[in-house]
């Protein structure tokens, strides 16, 4: 169980995450939704150990993660929302870099290496430098990287950015396999339609505040709306997005 307690961060005094409260338990994978700016990415940063809270606590197992952040962050894997490759390595070189760094045996990340390599379509570029992937190949190896020494606890920011539709449907179905494996998962992302068949809650932040954390169902039926984009609309957006487009409409037409 991964639990948030009034976790706040403070930017000059301004809050870009506040108080913010909620638990993302295993088995089930628990979307974390807001517009940008509304503190998403901060608060996965914190969950990872990159920034420190202002105030409140975090906790893996009912410990707080900073009792012993190496023991954490062996059991974490993370795919953020700006990818970091280092692009003059291979893909192989880079997951190798990896599994060194997650000390795991060197015959076991060979497999797994080569496993994932093929299975996410990367074999053939394995010995080609990062810097000549596409977009979606460099997701893929993020995606690989984070999974490479089998974590608990996985973070997963934007992770269908640049998939093909082929892609971003093996991801889908990884998403709610490892969940129904016993893994905490936690998925940002603006696709509203793809949060909506892998997660089975979510939790919507508005200004660094949590503005709902429920099932999907049972906010379809508190809010009266027949889909999660018409909820996040009514809880997270503030203008009336039908009226600006026409308005966008009506200028250039002018």
């Given amino acids: 169980m991964l639990e948030l307690r009034g976790v706040t961060k403070l930017y000059t005094s301004i809050a870009a995450v506040d108080q913010v409260s909620f638990s993302a338990p295993p088995g089930e994978v628990t979307g974390y939704l807001g517009p940008n700016g509304s503190g998403k990415s901060t608060t996965m940063k914190m969950i990872t150990g990159l920034i420190e809270p202002t105030a409140g606590e975090i906790l893996f197992r009912g410990q707080p993660i900073s009792r012993d952040w190496m023991a954490y962050k062996r059991i974490l894997g993370y795919v953020p929302e700006e990818p970091h490759l280092y692009t003059h390595l291979t893909g192989a070189e880079y997951l190798d870099m990896v599994s060194q760094l997650r000390d795991l045996p060197v015959a076991l990340a060979a497999e797994r290496i080569e496993g994932l390599l093929r299975l996410f379509g990367l074999a053939g570029d394995r010995h080609s430098a990062i810097s000549s992937y596409s977009k979606g190949m460099r997701q893929k190896i993020l995606l690989a990287a984070a999974l490479l020494h089998n974590p608990e606890l996985i ?27 016993g893994k905490v998962v ?11 068949r892998v997660c089975s809650r979510v939790v919507i932040l508005h200004r660094g505040k949590v503005v709902a954390d429920d099932s999907i169902a049972r906010l379809r039926t508190l809010m009266s709306a027949p889909t999660l984009e018409g909820i996040f609309s009514q809880l997270a957006i503030e203008q009336d997005t039908t009226a600006v487009a026409r308005e966008i409409a009506d200028l250039i037409q002018a």
């Fill in 155 to 181: 973070l997963l920011d934007e992770p269908f950015s640049g998939l093909d539709v082929g892609s971003a449907l093996v991801l889908r179905n990884l998403i709610q396999e490892l969940a129904a494996r």
């Fill in 186 to 196: 936690l998925f940002s992302s603006h696709e509203l339609e793809t949060v909506e």
